[in-house]
């Protein structure tokens, strides 16, 4: 496709608003340049609270301003929704509508959108389903046990993880297969099981969240008149957080801004800061940014020192500990804001101690300075350390909220339910049909299901067109084919919901067509009572998708379902009703190290520094760990503005069994004359002892997760109150008509109804409309009878 022809790049161009002059007002002078540059490859290395990204979004306003760029042309790509939200938000205060013609997004949603513009280039429906990694792990499971893996040898998570590694350095299942050393019984498993995980995955129509990168660079560099098509239109490419780029995505941006037939290279931006890179764990390569300047000789490299975030204090720490990793390029970060409080130190005799001091300082700064809750950030290594911290919190009474752990969108209920919703998109979805197959329960037993996916194999046919021919299954019991042909009908009823009435409709009809919801509500358990209003939250979300979105589909919500990250679930209000009355206050923020890269708080405490908790036990032996922690700690250090206080335990109980730790080295690479310490704790000397600190291998564990919930999309005060109870909709009344009668559809207009079948909430009308004839469920269908 040339975008060339597209009437969104072609639109008549609108004056531009800011004086290109203006956009440069309040710049320092690295941030000028950086804004102004032109001809080059640029790389930007910006460090904490530097303003990168009013550079980048002054730097995009700027290109416009001087008609260096149409909007058409820009594509501008950072990493989680919440940042594109973001940037979108703060460029088009700039430049008003005209953003709306740029692609400010995610990598993810980037290549979704070009992959649902050409996916019959590369053989799939335009409709394929995004797997995230649980659909994954499940269809990976399903694949291992369809070639007799042991599980217990060759666990499915391990195998999975290996595959994504796999997709992440652009190694399809061929080229592994032809290159696996199979005298490694785990090489030949994963090549096994790649092998038919990509073949499954082509027979459900579904990408999964490493696919959708790496499908378009082979899209790409298999049809190049495709990606010259896209390189005529993005002239200039900007990427955010360049530190945290893998090998794919890294040679997606190379293939974007290559040179085409008759094409010159785009103009390459990009920004980051190698000493945050702190995500190997998923692929992320800091070569991507330190060798910037080997891959793109020409580029100019401007660096981004001053810091408009911290006090000097705070970023003297910050640069001390940092400077310890090798290999990095030089860079101090500094303030013309004064030094401001020294950093609080304090040891605390076990982590009930370091807990109590944490919460007995929130409740003295509240008193002696106006804190609010909401200002307070406490960061620890792993989620196992929350457990201690969560008790003290309850304890005194502050209202609290833990980022990640059970996420909305990871919660069961929420799961079954959008996989319901993802079939009525794509039938062909193996994994989201088999998950609710069964669920609730309605007789199709692991016999059953085994047996379908028998003749599905035999017949080389789709899971869903082999259960429309169940009664062919080898072995299927009279009982089972009845359930199983009931489940289809009750699909086909509900697709036909989904497709005349819209994605709200669609889960309603889910709920309470499926007995789902029926089922909670009739449960004892005073935890289905929580997942029904979890549901109710869920309908919420969706009414707010079409509230926002009037010509959104069912597809494009679970679309913005499945692209939303870890980093997008930041709270702004708490979920207990106790903390929910001091919502004005905010409540106090507990999360991973991991997870606060790209926030800031006014008051940080960096807890659990002891050696093998933080340093964590894995960089005790393996020098690129350590570097890793260390970059680890300087972005937890430079997320507080005012206050920072570092503290950690000279005991930790770990899984029932308490050891003694001794002092994290970062804490003695921080300057002494910054630290007050409130605490010392005993002098004891320091030792490596595998067996002394091995409690911190358990660092994975979720303790207290029942209460680590992120937020869904819709913030609960704009659910209509009947949600807000935990309810949906209650059930309306079915129109009455009658064969000939004239009938208005929100969507398809004027029809008129030309046979009806069924009784009840479940009639069902054929209607005759000006698009064509359309099957509606009348329970759901916005249809009126005209006079």
């Known amino acids: 496709m040339d975008f060339l022809t597209d009437p969104a790049y072609d639109a008549p161009p609108v004056p531009v608003l800011p004086d290109a002059q203006e956009l440069l007002a309040g710049l320092n002078p690295q941030q000028e340049e950086a804004v102004k540059h032109a001809g080059s490859p640029l790389l930007i290395i910006a460090g904490a609270g530097s303003g990168k990204t009013r550079v980048l979004t002054h730097r995009i306003a700027h290109l416009l301003a001087t008609k260096r760029a149409r909007p058409g042309e820009v594509l501008a790509i950072t990493f989680t929704n919440k940042a594109a939200a973001e940037m979108r938000e703060r460029i ?53 046990k369809g070639l007799d893996l042991d599980p217990k040898r060759f666990a499915p998570k391990a195998i999975a993880s290996r595959i994504s590694a796999l997709k992440n350095e652009l190694i399809d299942e061929e ?3 032809s290159t696996a050393n199979y005298s490694d019984p785990f090489q030949q498993a994963v090549a096994e099981v790649y092998k038919g995980y990509a073949e499954r995955m082509r027979q459900a129509n579904a990408f999964d969240f490493d696919d959708l990168i790496a499908q378009v660079v082979y899209l790409f560099q298999a049809f190049p008149a495709v990606a010259d098509s896209y390189r005529r239109r993005f002239r200039h490419v900007l990427v955010d957080e360049y530190q945290d780029t893998n090998h794919a995505q890294y040679v997606l941006v190379r293939e974007l801004t290559g040179a085409g037939e008759d094409i010159e290279p785009a103009e390459l931006t990009v920004v980051g800061d190698s000493d945050q890179s702190i995500y190997a764990f ?10 910037f300047e080997k891959d793109y000789p020409d580029a100019r490299t401007i660096l981004l020192e001053q810091n408009y975030r911290s006090t000097q204090t705070i970023l003297t720490a910050a640069n001390a500990v940092i400077s310890k990793n090798p290999d990095r390029p030089e860079k101090r970060l500094w303030t013309a804001e004064g030094h401001g409080a020294k950093i609080i130190g304090y040891v605390g005799e076990n982590e009930h101690d370091e807990a109590r001091f944490i919460a007995n300082e929130i409740d003295r700064l509240q008193d002696t300075e106006q804190l609010r809750p909401g200002d307070v950030a406490i960061f620890y290594r792993t989620n196992a350390q929350s457990r201690s911290i969560e008790d003290l919190l309850i304890r005194v009474g502050l209202p609290y909220k833990v ?9 069961k209920e929420i799961k079954d339910a959008l996989a319901y919703l993802r079939v009525l998109v794509n039938p062909d979805d193996v994994v989201n049909l088999r998950r609710i197959l069964n669920e609730p329960k309605r007789g199709i037993g692991d016999r059953a299901e085994y047996a379908v996916a028998a003749l599905a194999e035999r017949d080389r046919l789709s899971f869903m067109e082999a259960l429309r021919r169940a009664e062919d299954a080898p072995g299927m019991a009279t009982r089972s084919v009845n359930s199983v042909a009931a489940f289809v009908k009750l699909i086909d009823d509900l697709t036909e919901v989904a497709n005349g009435s819209g994605a709200a409709a669609a889960l309603e009809a889910v709920l309470e067509q499926t007995g789902y919801l029926a089922e909670l509500r009739q449960s004892n358990d005073p935890q289905d009572e929580s997942r029904v209003e979890n549901l109710a939250e869920l309908v919420a979300v969706v009414r707010e998708y079409e ?23 930041i709270p702004d209000a708490p979920d207990d009703e106790g903390a929910r009355l001091a919502k004005d206050q905010g409540v106090v923020t507990l999360m991973t190290l991991h997870t606060a890269k790209g926030l800031e708080f006014p008051v940080v405490f960096l807890t659990g520094l002891e050696h093998g908790v933080f340093p964590h036990q894995r960089a005790m032996a393996d020098a690129k760990e350590l570097a890793e922690e260390r970059r680890l700690a300087y972005v937890g250090l430079t997320r507080a503005r005012q206050r920072l206080y570092l503290t950690r335990s000279e005991s930790r109980s770990l899984w029932g069994q308490s050891q003694y730790y001794p002092a994290s080295q970062f804490i003695e690479e921080v300057p002494a004359d910054l630290i007050d310490w409130k605490r010392e704790g005993s002098r004891r000397p320091a030792f490596t002892s595998q067996e002394n600190i091995r409690a911190s291998r358990y660092g994975g564990s979720h303790w207290g997760a029942g209460r680590a919930t992120g937020r869904p999309v819709a913030s609960q005060s704009t659910a209509p109150a009947a949600v807000r109870q935990g309810r949906v909709q209650p059930q309306k009344e079915v129109i009455a008509l009658t064969v000939g009668d004239q009938v208005s559809h929100s969507s398809f207009g004027n029809g008129t109804v030309l046979s009806l079948e069924g009784a009840g909430d479940k009639t069902v009308a054929k209607v005759k409309f000006g698009v064509g004839e359309k099957r509606l469920l009348l329970r759901y269908a916005p249809l009126t009878k005209l006079d």
């Open 547 to 569: 509230r926002d979105n009037p010509e959104g589909s069912l597809g494009g919500f679970l679309e913005q379902v499945s692209l939303v990250a870890d980093a997008d679930q």
């Open 175 to 177: 080229t592994y297969a």
């Open 282 to 291: 998923r692929g992320a390569d800091v070569r991507n940014i330190v060798e």
């Open 403 to 411: 980022v990640g752990g059970t996420r909305f969108y990871e919660r």
């Open 92 to 144: 088009e205060a700039l430049v008003g509508e005209r953003a709306r013609n740029m692609w400010i997004s995610t990598f993810h949603s980037s290549c979704v959108r070009i992959l649902r513009r050409e996916a019959k280039t590369v053989g799939l429906n335009s409709n394929f389903s995004i797997y995230d990694s649980a659909d994954t792990l499940r269809l990976i499971t399903l694949v291992a």
